[in-house]
């Protein structure tokens, strides 16, 4: 009798219904579209986007199966025009005899945009049902063409208590673990699930090594061996996709929004999932700088020597500084005025003709430019009374005073606007004094 070949419990556990399909309830929950759709058997063409270990291959082989259609796989991994094109000409010949055919692109984000071009007539004469995986953003992976024909349906990272029901099923299923030995308790199987950070496809691989050993010691699995099975386990982060972007997004949101709890849960989650520390450092900074701004410019100094710090002492002593710093930042008096009065020059000057610098304020290092009038009449400030020469501009000729930089009433901030509104007023009276003068 020929063995079978050996399949992973991943492989072995596959649904075969929907009823034995666990977690995305957000989309296969009694009314929803992609239930009823596939209930009915009116199938359309769509892209499956989530994390590694949702599903998104095993809901395409059931949506298949459920309209009664072929399925055919193929990887953008591995495949290229030839496998493509293979594809298209067998669903093409059984159409002819009147079946269906779901074509089942895994990593579809993998092709370029001629190769996702290649199926777009295919999917609008209704040779085939595309339905295409991805654990990348398809907004900027996919080309539009493309997700013009097809639904986009997001799938979630699986929760704590639907991992726990896989284990739970897995372990009784004879296809599974059910007619072994090994027995599991509840805390075990908890932290099983806590290490694969919501992939079905993890936790049933770290199930299956932990029974291995488990067998090797006599049934029970021992605390060494649990240890063991948990070490290798890291929480899930891809450092250049959506997880990345997300999580900076959200440390600096939080803090932005004075939450130094948060802010400290998003650095220790990305430091977790390896990011590069220096990146965080850089983006620190850019914080204080952005959000505080001069409203507390000791917030600057603090996000510096953090980066300098941890520059000197590294992984992991380093990474206190990185933690004490967005602390600071979070709980720091916020401003991002100066943020806004950069912006409001720069696109100013972006669309704004060149004027020319005023006479008095040109430099002047040789007689011959000072007989040109550069520099003439220039009011030096430390000369003046309170050290500024009131009335005087410092604009080009004929520009009016814009008003970029509006101080809030936070901070250090709140003197600089007392400063400012002093200024005006000696301003507005050597206006008036000039006027008597004329």
């Keep these: 009798m020929r063995e079978q070949p050996y399949q992973p419990l991943a492989a072995r556990l596959r649904p075969s219904s929907l009823a034995e399909y666990i977690g995305q309830t957000h989309l296969l929950a009694r009314g929803r579209p992609l239930r009823e759709a596939l209930e009915s058997g009116q199938l359309h063409s769509m892209i499956l986007w989530g994390p590694p270990g949702v599903g998104k291959t095993t809901l395409a082989r059931l949506m298949s199966s459920a309209c009664d259609a072929r399925f055919l796989a193929v990887s953008a991994v591995l495949s290229g025009v030839k496998e493509i094109r293979a594809a298209i000409e067998e669903a093409q010949f059984y159409r002819q005899n009147g079946q269906r055919t779901v074509l089942f692109v895994d990593e579809v984000h993998r092709f370029n945009k001629s190769q996702q071009d290649a199926f777009l007539p295919y999917v609008e004469d209704g040779t085939l049902i595309f339905i295409g995986a991805t654990t990348e953003n398809p907004s900027f992976e996919l080309n539009k063409a493309l997700l013009s024909r097809a639904r986009v349906y997001v799938l979630r990272s699986l929760g704590q208590d639907e991992l726990l029901q896989l284990l739970h099923a897995a372990c009784k299923d004879p296809r599974g673990l059910g007619e072994r030995t090994v027995r599991f308790t509840e805390v075990e199987l908890q932290a099983l699930a806590h290490a694969a950070d919501g992939d079905a496809r993890r936790v049933l691989n770290l199930l299956e090594i932990a029974a291995d050993l488990a067998e090797a010691e006599g049934g029970q699995l021992s605390e060494q061996g ?23 997004s959200a440390l600096h949101k939080s803090v932005r929004g004075s939450d130094p709890d948060a802010a400290l849960y998003w650095l220790a989650r990305m430091l977790d999932g390896g990011v590069d520390p220096y990146y965080l450092a850089r983006r620190i900074i850019r914080m204080a700088w952005e959000d505080i701004g001069l409203a507390d410019p000791r917030a600057l100094q603090i996000a510096n020597d953090a980066a300098q710090t941890y520059e000197r002492l590294g992984k992991p002593e380093g990474e206190l500084a990185l933690g004490q710093a967005v602390i600071y930042l979070a709980v720091a008096a916020k401003s991002n005025a100066g943020y806004n009065a950069y912006n409001a020059a720069r696109a100013f000057v972006q669309h704004d003709a060149s004027r020319e610098v005023p006479m008095h304020l040109r430099n002047a290092p040789t007689q011959l430019m000072k007989e040109l009038g550069h520099g003439h009449k220039y009011r030096y400030a430390h000369d003046e009374p309170h050290a500024y020469a009131a009335g005087e501009s410092y604009l080009p000729e004929g520009m009016p005073e814009p008003g970029w930089y509006r101080p809030v009433p936070r901070g250090l901030e709140i003197k600089i606007g007392d400063k400012l509104t002093f200024l005006r007023k000696l301003d507005e009276a050597a206006g008036k004094q000039k006027g008597k003068g004329d």
């Design 226 to 248: 649990l240890s063991e099975v948990l070490q290798g386990s890291v929480r899930r982060f891809d450092k250049q996709g959506d997880d990345f972007y997300d999580q900076i």
